[in-house]
């Protein structure tokens, strides 16, 4: 039978902002595993924001990074839930992010990367701006 524990989310922006920490739950098993995703977007729909050249790159650099180093920090085991680092669409990766309570325990450790243009509500949280189609539309669809 597994045990729930809460444990808070917290979102970083490159500027070192952070989010409010926002509540998840995870399962407890005993293992010790890192799980981690490392997305880049660099091309966007909207004409007003500009491409990006290196966030995929970035991305593939701290799959690297993570993949290579994490054993020597106390890991088990090194789970990259992106496939490889590869583009995922919003909607993959906010399923992926639903996901996380069921995949990860409390013995684990969940890491995100995401690289590219961002944007912060009203409310002080941090969102990837869209890819795929122009923040209005993207604002008017909520």
């Known amino acids: 039978m597994k045990r729930r524990r809460e444990t808070n989310l917290i979102r970083v922006s490159n500027s070192g902002t952070r989010s409010k920490p926002r509540k998840i739950e995870t399962a407890r098993v005993n293992s010790k595993t890192l ?53 995922l669409n919003g909607q993959d990766l906010a399923a992926l992010i639903a996901d996380l309570p069921d995949i990860v325990t409390a013995d684990d450790t969940a890491v995100g990367f995401l690289s590219g243009h961002g944007i912060r509500s009203d409310t002080g949280d941090f969102f990837c701006y869209p890819t795929r189609r122009s923040l209005a539309s993207s604002v008017a669809r909520r």
């Open 35 to 87: 799980y981690f995703f490392a997305v880049g977007y660099g091309d966007y729909k909207d004409p007003a924001v500009s491409p990006l050249s290196y966030p995929q790159s970035d991305a593939l650099a701290w799959c690297n990074f993570l993949t290579s180093q994490a054993q020597g920090m106390g890991y088990d085991r090194v789970v990259d839930l992106s496939g490889g680092c590869q583009h």
